[in-house]
Each structure stands twice: as structure tokens, then as C-alpha cells.
């Protein structure tokens, strides 16, 4: 599996790729993509989807991805045998959907056939051609539909490939993407280790979030905080912790201990209410 290096981070544009990483490897990254004519929406975001940088950094480590870069290749000025083959697909593309927007043009007429016949032969009694009237059939009206069709290639949607549609080359990334080394990494990669769901923090004032499964089926139960030092202020903690009542999830704090090596810890703190 390869991963597009873009903006510093990898970028996933195979549906395939996709469902592989959040199914099999409970990678989620992010959709940032628009499947809306009228700009990008949230609720309607597809592919590409963007990884994190942790995420991108965790499959280079597990052997699950590469990193590619593809920018010398795909902004090198095409050749002329490159253009005229756009050029050929592109016309191709367009020809493709004349013929989609033709054939439900004739998929809709003979969904309401009778409603249209009956129309038609009785303009055609009005003007006294009851010969016509009388002989007029289904087959000529798709037949006049067919041959009055006209396919504006100004309105023409444009199809944009989430993957590259040709052949193209591109260089492995081998320079890590984070420090490897770094403590909220590090607690990043044995959470995933443990099997567990694991995406930014940022919208909760955390670092990480943990769900019990797929984000699309659960809520985050955990919003984990990284300290690297194992002291915390009273008052920043005691402001995580209301945060993380409020938004009905248990605060999770991860930190290392003074000489003992690179050993992770984890404290869950609870709000514990007197008066109830």
C-alpha cells in the first residue's frame, strides 16, 4: 500500500487502501475531499482522506504502507504525446456521459410513454392528421427523442479521479514524519498496540481520543492528555477533568516516570461529586 506525502503528511486516494486501514488496521485519518457541487461540507466529505502525522508515521513503522512522493513527476511539463492523450481521455470522458445523460433521456420517456403518446396524437388530432395519430407508436417517439437530443457541453460535469488515471513515477519517503522518539508519539503507538481506536484530541483540549470501536459506530470513552513529566498543576487538572465530565468521557493522563527507562504510564482520573 502507498501513501501520497502531501502538506507533510500522507494522504490516501484508493477506496480500497481506505477501508483496508479503518477496517483491518483501525486507521481513521480524515476525508477531506467534496462530493458537493457547491463546495466542501463536512458531512459530505470523501475522499482523498489525510492522515495524521502520527498515523502516517505508525504504518511507515509497522511495514503496513510506503510514503511516496509524487511531485517531481506530476508537476514535470508533459510532453506532447502526454497532452494529446489527456486530451484523448478527456474527449472520451465527455462522449461517456452524452451517452449516460442520453439513455436515461430514454429511460424517463418510456417511464411515462402512455402520458406522452396521448399528448402527442391529440396535437396531432388538432392539426387534422388523424392518419398519424392512429399510427404513431412507442417506437417512434424514442426515435424522435433519440434524433432531438442534444448534449450541451457547457453544463457537462466535469469527473475528477480521486486516483491519478495514468501511469506516473514517484520516490520513497524514508525521513521519518515525527520524531519517533517523542513521548506523545510514542503513547500514540502503544494505545494502537493495544488494540484500541485512537484519532486527534484537539476538539476536546486533549491530545488523543479512544473509542471501543469504529468512531462511525461509537463515541470516544477516553480523552487521553500526554505530559512529559508526571506533575501536573492542580488547577490544569482539575480543568481537564471538568472538561472531560462535560463532554462524558473518562480523562485519561499518559506519562513517563522519572528512571524507569521509557515505560509508559496511565492514570484515569475521575469527578467524584459530594453532594450526590
Given amino acids: 500500500m502507498y501513501l501520497t506525502l502531501l502538506n507533510g503528511t500522507g494522504f490516501v486516494f484508493n477506496v480500497d487502501d481506505y477501508m483496508e486501514l479503518r477496517s483491518k488496521h483501525r486507521i481513521m485519518g480524515a476525508p477531506v475531499g467534496t462530493a458537493n457541487t457547491k463546495g466542501w461540507s463536512p458531512n459530505q466529505s470523501t475522499l482523498p482522506v489525510e492522515l495524521s502525522k502520527f498515523e502516517t508515521q505508525l504504518l511507515?513503522?509497522?511495514?503496513?504502507?510506503?510514503?511516496?512522493?509524487?511531485s517531481k513527476d506530476l508537476k514535470a511539463k508533459p510532453t506532447a504525446e502526454k497532452l494529446e492523450e489527456c486530451k484523448a481521455d478527456f474527449e472520451s470522458r465527455l462522449l461517456g456521459q452524452e451517452e449516460a445523460l442520453k439513455t436515461e433521456k430514454l429511460r424517463e420517456t418510456?417511464?411515462?410513454?402512455?402520458?406522452?403518446?396521448t399528448g402527442k396524437r391529440k396535437k396531432l388530432l388538432k392539426q387534422g392528421k388523424n392518419d398519424l395519430a392512429a399510427a404513431l407508436t412507442d417506437k417512434d417517439v424514442l426515435m424522435e427523442m433519440s434524433a432531438n437530443f442534444k448534449f450541451d457541453r457547457q453544463n457537462a460535469l466535469l469527473e475528477v479521479p480521486c486516483e491519478h488515471p495514468t501511469n506516473h513515477s514517484a520516490q520513497i519517503v524514508t525521513d521519518p514524519i515525527v520524531h519517533t522518539n517523542s513521548l506523545k508519539y510514542r503513547v500514540f503507538k502503544d494505545l494502537w498496540r493495544r488494540g484500541k481506536y485512537v484519532t486527534s484530541g484537539d476538539a476536546f483540549g486533549a491530545d488523543f481520543l479512544v473509542y471501543p470501536g469504529d468512531p462511525m459506530i461509537y463515541h470516544a470513552s477516553h480523552i487521553v492528555i500526554v505530559h512529559e513529566q508526571p506533575v501536573i498543576k492542580p488547577l490544569e487538572l482539575i480543568a481537564k477533568v471538568r472538561l472531560s465530565v462535560i463532554v462524558n468521557k473518562s480523562c485519561v493522563?499518559?506519562?513517563?516516570?522519572?528512571?524507569?527507562?521509557?515505560?509508559?504510564h496511565?492514570?484515569?482520573?475521575a469527578w467524584c461529586n459530594p453532594g450526590k
Fill in 266 to 269: 496511565y492514570q484515569t482520573v
Fill in 110 to 117: 418510456e417511464r411515462y410513454m402512455d402520458k406522452i403518446l
Fill in 253 to 264: 493522563f499518559a506519562y513517563e516516570m522519572e528512571n524507569n527507562g521509557e515505560k509508559i
Fill in 60 to 70: 511507515l513503522d509497522e511495514n503496513i504502507a510506503k510514503l511516496v512522493d509524487k
